[in-house]
């Protein structure tokens, strides 16, 4: 069978398309249009999300690039949602209800879900008649006990507003762990990992016998790791003193610290690690304690999450600086000799975003290089969640 994998972002607009078997997984076309590329196709010169997903539609069926002859080749079309609440704890088949538990979420991602929703709407327009599901950004997350997810503010803002820590990039996660678990040859019910997914935004999780129980993110992206442009961790008391010294609405505080901040803020030159890199090699101080900065949160991170697993089997890079920075792989396992990892420096050096173990033989915990793939994983859950309707 044939799924559709959809992925809608601010100002842009992926889709992949997958054949799918019970014991196989086969990308056959993907594409992605930004706001720029959508106005250069576009005869009107405007961006929609609707507009893309007919651009989307052309381009499978191409006569010369196309891979279908026909829509009525796809069996089913899987979206990408940031925010599922407490509500999804699992990929739902969309239909009114869900449509209105998504919306009822914009509020806790107002950037995200109502673009989502336009997706949907989008897609379900061209192809009525086959099951969409929805796959959720938070669901992986959604096994956090209380403990962890808990803020310690009054318990009323929990129980009538929803704030509390959900956790985000949910489908790296979980795709990322189950992939380490079957190279290494392991269980998932009994293997402890640290999945640390390491790009322009920045998370790692906790992962214990394929349940999540610890995530970096919180109740936003905000929360966690230092990242392309998110500052991560912060005393809450700042932004109210920057309001204070500044006389900046909290509107422009907020854009500061997510869009302003992080290796961005910190180095002055660049919200990109390959660049920050380049300047801390040529004797830029401020690139310099960018990346000491950056790689410091992280090793605290899993410091603390070995204690909170009891003992861990393997740590993972994945994403963008995750899969293509030895650099910053080997600053983060220089530090970790007291887990046993002993960096093997050629392998470490040699690998760029394919899976592999790069720590040494005999480490008594192994450290791997995973590449995520997110379309994948919704596919891979839309095709659970539809093959035996």
Request: aromatic residues 8%; hydrophobic residues 40%; proline residues 5%.
């Amino acid at each position: 069978m044939k799924i559709l994998v959809i992925n809608c972002g601010s100002s842009s607009f992926k889709f992949r398309l997958f054949e799918m078997g019970k014991d196989h997984v086969e990308p056959l076309f993907s594409g992605f249009f930004d706001a720029l590329n959508i106005k250069k196709f576009d005869p009107d010169g405007v961006f929609s999300h609707g507009r893309a997903a007919q651009l989307a539609v052309q381009a499978l069926m191409d006569a010369d690039s196309g891979v279908i002859s026909s829509l009525d080749e796809i069996t089913a079309v899987g979206h990408r949602v940031v925010h599922g609440g407490e509500k999804f704890v699992a990929p739902a088949v969309i239909d009114s209800d869900v449509i209105a538990a998504i919306e009822a979420c914009s509020a806790l991602a107002p950037l995200h879900n109502p673009i989502n929703l336009e997706g949907i709407r989008a897609a379900r327009h061209l192809l009525p008649d086959i099951p969409h599901v929805a796959v959720f950004d938070t669901a992986f997350h959604q096994s956090l006990e209380p403990k962890a997810f808990l803020y310690a503010i009054p318990y009323e803002y929990y129980t009538a507003h929803g704030i509390r820590r959900y956790g985000f990039h949910g489908s790296s996660h979980k795709y990322v762990f189950h992939e380490a678990a079957a190279f290494l040859d392991q269980p998932p019910e009994k293997f402890k990992a640290i999945i640390c997914h390491l790009g322009s935004g920045s998370s790692i999780s906790a992962v214990k016998g394929a349940k999540v129980v610890e995530t970096s993110m919180g109740f936003t992206p905000l929360e966690g790791l230092v990242m392309g442009t998110r500052c991560g961790d912060l005393d809450p008391s700042v932004p109210f003193f920057m309001a204070r010294q500044t006389g900046l609405p909290f509107d422009a505080i907020e854009d500061i610290l997510n869009k302003k901040s992080g290796l961005l803020g910190i180095s002055g030159k660049s919200n990109d690690m390959r660049q920050v890199l380049a300047a801390a090699r040529n004797g830029d101080p401020r690139a310099s304690v960018a990346v000491e900065v950056y790689v410091h949160r992280v090793i605290k991170y899993i410091g603390a999450y070995v204690s909170v697993l009891d003992g861990v089997d393997a740590v993972v890079f994945t994403a963008g600086i995750g899969e293509y920075s030895p650099d910053i792989r080997k600053r983060i396992m220089d530090q970790l000799s007291w887990l046993g990892i002993t960096p093997d420096e050629q392998k470490n050096q040699q690998v760029i975003s394919r899976n592999a173990v790069i720590s040494k033989k005999g480490s008594t915990t192994q450290v791997l290089v995973i590449p995520t793939d997110e379309e994948k994983e919704i596919a891979k859950q839309t095709f659970e969640k539809t093959r035996l309707r």
